[in-house]
């Protein structure tokens, strides 16, 4: 009788582990799954952006980077925040490498950390004239996942006068489309307006696209 009750109770055991497999390793994900591709599609594939053939080119969650074989920015593009998510042992990869998400893990005493960002502050002024003491923090501070599309409006400001001549249009075109693709607080209340730096380009691509006058 213990051997048939022992059996009994494995037996029962062995039962509920399947039936909750199923309903929850398979029929829930299903479930969960078809909803999101029924009321969220875009968001649930993974916000890809496609160009005009159809090829998927990037995704607006994601950062990209815009610049030339010789890691130097392109003028006419809007320059995401700077990136640690790199490979290492790769002095060329310039960040936003989906391989290597993370920040640098650098303190904020840290000395390298600090000539890095003086490096940087340096550089930002003069390439787009504004004061060292003005230049926006998101533009010379990486994000924690390397991964931002997203820098601030103030940021993207001070890049419109030089993405505007380096693409032969009027800065308030620039800015016009700096509005359409700032993104508001979540709730109204958190966190701080941004603007998408992918998306922003990539409309700018199809909008205003560089020749070879401009």
């Known amino acids: 009788m213990k051997l048939g009750a022992a059996i009994r109770r494995h037996t029962a055991a062995i039962r509920a582990?399947?039936?909750f497999t199923?309903?929850?390793?398979?029929a829930y994900p299903l479930l969960m799954t078809g909803i999101a591709q029924l009321a969220f599609k875009d968001k649930a594939n993974g916000s890809l952006i496609k160009d005009a053939s159809g090829?998927?080119?990037?995704?607006?969650?994601l950062c990209?980077?815009?610049v030339d074989k010789n890691g130097d920015a392109l003028a006419q593009y809007f320059q995401a925040r700077p990136s640690a998510a790199s490979d290492s042992s790769n002095s060329s990869d310039p960040g936003c490498n989906?391989?290597?998400?993370?920040?640098?893990?650098?303190?904020?005493?840290d000395p390298q950390l600090k000539q890095t960002i003086q490096g940087r502050i340096d550089d930002y002024a003069k390439a787009y004239g504004v004061d060292p003491a003005k230049v926006p923090e998101d533009a010379v501070t990486a994000s924690g996942s390397g991964m931002d599309p997203g820098i601030s409006v103030a940021n993207a400001n001070d890049q419109a006068a030089s993405?505007?001549?380096a693409r032969g249009v009027d800065v308030s075109v620039v800015q016009k489309a700096i509005k359409d693709?700032?993104?508001?607080r979540s709730l109204g209340f958190l966190g701080e307006e941004y603007v998408n730096v992918v998306t922003l380009n990539r409309d700018l691509d199809k909008q205003h696209p560089v020749t070879a006058q401009s």
């Open 17 to 19: 582990m399947l039936v």
């Open 55 to 61: 090829k998927v080119v990037g995704s607006s969650l």
């Open 22 to 26: 199923v309903i929850l390793g398979i």
């Open 181 to 184: 693709h700032t993104d508001g």
């Open 98 to 109: 989906y391989a290597f998400s993370g920040g640098s893990n650098r303190g904020t005493t």
């Open 64 to 66: 990209q980077q815009y």
């Open 163 to 165: 993405v505007a001549k």
